[in-house]
């Protein structure tokens, strides 16, 4: 009604995605315009920053179990902007675990920045339990940007279900 939405969907994938939705001079959206895709990069960066965890599940020893599934299985996303104006998107991997930062300051150039990953791969555990503190983060889903206005630096607060 009234030329607003009620509920937004969205598609997944193993990259992500960004679109600028374009409105007229009433703020009515008529338009979508395509601006960037990561396309394989989260398997390109894992396979080279953590080849022992490429593709790999939440149990120890799943190397490249994941490639026929859903991959690294990008699970969470938050967007922060730093006091100095830059802005970053912060993708939270659910299965390989880790958190991909990308510089999203200029929506036409946006540039892989950091890859983060505390995970024990050659821990093993019982998955029935709550993996110990040896074996690092587990399964991040969430995450939420909180600016430096806040508590006098930025911060990255990650929820690990796990």
Do not use: W
Request: net charge negative.
């Amino acid at each position: 009604e009234n030329g607003t939405y009620s509920e937004l969907y969205t598609f997944s994938s193993r990259d992500f995605t960004v679109f600028e939705i374009c409105s007229d001079q009433n703020g009515v959206p008529n338009n979508i315009s395509f601006h960037y895709s990561s396309d394989n990069g989260f398997e390109n960066k894992t396979a080279e920053l953590i080849p022992e965890g490429f593709n790999s599940n939440y149990k120890y020893d799943s190397m490249d179990s994941r490639s026929d599934d859903k991959g690294p299985e990008p699970e969470g996303l938050t967007v922060g902007e730093c006091e100095n104006g830059r802005r970053y998107v912060f993708i939270c991997m659910e299965r390989v675990g880790g958190i991909f930062a990308y510089d999203f300051t200029d929506i036409d150039n946006i540039v892989f920045a950091d890859y983060v990953n505390n995970r024990n791969f050659s821990f093993d555990y019982d998955d029935d339990f709550r993996p110990p503190e040896e074996a690092g983060d587990i399964g991040p889903e969430q995450l939420r940007f909180i600016p430096e206005s806040k508590y006098g630096a930025p911060l990255l607060v990650v929820s690990n279900p796990q």
